[in-house]
């Protein structure tokens, strides 16, 4: 009876033993599961921050683009400015050449 007692209690610490075993071997595909979801969600999140990311610089690179061409076209008005006024200055100075009524130098001084 005795013996009996004892084969009962080590099969009891035998079964305690294995199902602590199966408990944290579950406990640990749970965890390693839990770990793999995590990764795929930052993945996921990395992902949607990159795209964004790449969004922005083509936005910021099509704003540069376009005061590319805003300085540009600002430079060549500048020039067709600067060509008016020389344009109009020329026929202000032939209109005066012109005028028969405009004394010149030379006619302030007596000669002609």
Known sequence: MKTLLIVIAILVVVVVLVLLAVKAKHSDERKVEKQRQEAAEQREVAQTTRQEADLQAA???????????????????QREAEQRREEAADLHARA?????????????DGRH
């Open 59 to 77: 936005e910021a690179e099509e704003r540069a683009a376009r005061a590319k061409r805003e300085q540009l076209a600002a430079e060549q008005q």
């Open 96 to 108: 005066d050449e012109l005028d028969p009524d405009r004394a010149t130098p030379q006619d302030e």
